[in-house]
C-alpha cells in the first residue's frame, strides 16, 4: 500500500510563492503518473498539474501554466509543486495522487491548504 503525504501548505500574500511536496512511502514512483489536484470551497476538484516519473513528461492546467512548475525529486522519492505570482483565486486544499495510468489514480494524499490573501 502506497500513501502520499502533502506538505508546504500554508498562508501566503498574493504575488508569492509556495512549493508543495508530495513524498510516497512503502514504494517509489517509477513507472506512475503524479498529478496534483485542488479543490476550493463549493467547488469541484480540479486538475492543476503531473507529471510522468519515468521521462519527465509534464502536464499543467491552463490558468496555472506558466505560474507552477512540477518536478520530479528523485533522491527523496518527492514531486513537487512550485507555485509562484500566486493569486486568491488558487486557494485551496491541494492533494496529490499517483496512479499507472493518468486519470487512473489509485492513491491520494490527505490534502494541505493553500490560503492566498489579497
Known amino acids: 500500500q502506497v500513501q502520499l503525504v502533502e506538505s508546504g501548505g500554508g498562508l501566503v500574500q498574493a504575488g508569492g510563492s509556495l512549493r508543495l511536496s508530495c513524498t510516497a512511502s512503502?514504494?517509489?514512483?517509477?513507472?506512475?503518473?503524479v498529478g496534483w489536484f485542488r479543490q476550493a470551497p463549493g467547488k469541484e476538484r480540479e486538475f492543476v498539474a503531473g507529471i510522468r516519473w519515468s521521462g519527465g513528461t509534464t502536464k499543467y492546467e491552463d490558468s496555472v501554466k506558466g505560474r507552477f512548475t512540477v518536478s520530479r525529486d528523485s533522491a527523496n522519492n518527492r514531486v513537487n509543486l512550485q507555485m509562484n505570482s500566486l493569486k486568491a483565486e488558487d486557494t485551496a486544499v491541494y492533494s496529490c495522487?499517483?496512479?499507472?495510468?493518468?486519470?487512473?489514480?489509485?492513491?491520494w494524499g490527505q490534502g494541505t491548504q493553500v490560503t492566498v490573501s489579497s
Open positions: 495522487a499517483a496512479g499507472v495510468y493518468e486519470n487512473g489514480y489509485k492513491y
Open positions: 512503502a514504494r517509489t514512483f517509477s513507472s506512475m503518473f
